[in-house]
């Protein structure tokens, strides 16, 4: 699935560019019996129904001529990475250091998996989170996702 992944990454993008928005990843699923390959687009100020419109509008007819690629019928979607979207690399974390984020670890730490705080750094070997004024470190090794989140 990675090869129609990265295809569709590749087909993508200079098309995401075009309407000013990034691409924030690509996922084909099964869920329910049924196949989906979605786009994730983002910018600064905001994604909006007409952004997913136009870049859907496009890349649908670009993926029309490459049918080959997906061998099951699917459904297409495209839209914003979400408020709430998945940090995935360098520079997503740093894009979002200060921001109220939730870590999920793959094994209980002091009793907990789920972890929210505010994200204050992080390198290759680990993540560091600002709690009510404390300092807490994560070893990469031991976390499963970090998400953004809203407070409260």
């Not at 099951?72 to 709430?84: H, I, L, M, N």
């Not at 939730?102 to 789920?114: P, S």
């Not at 993540?127 to 976390?143: C, H, K």
Request: aromatic fraction near 8%.
């Amino acid at each position: 699935m990675s090869k129609i992944t990265d295809t569709v990454k590749a087909l993508a993008a200079p098309v995401v560019v075009k309407h000013a928005c990034e691409l924030w990843g690509v996922e084909y699923v099964k869920e329910a019996g049924a196949w989906f390959l979605r786009v994730f687009i983002d910018r600064p100020e905001g994604i909006s129904i007409s952004h997913c419109e136009a870049v859907s509008r496009e890349l649908d007819a670009i993926l029309d001529l490459h049918d080959d690629l997906i061998p099951a019928s699917y459904t297409f979607e495209v839209s914003s990475a979400g408020v709430e979207r998945q940090l995935r690399g360098p520079s997503d974390f740093e894009r979002f250091a200060g921001h109220y984020v939730e870590i999920k670890l793959y094994k209980a730490k002091d009793g907990r998996k789920i972890i929210r705080g505010e994200l204050s750094a992080w390198d290759d070997d680990k993540i560091e989170l600002d709690i009510e004024g404390q300092r807490v470190v994560f070893d990469n090794a031991e976390v499963a996702s970090v998400r953004l989140r809203m407070r409260g």
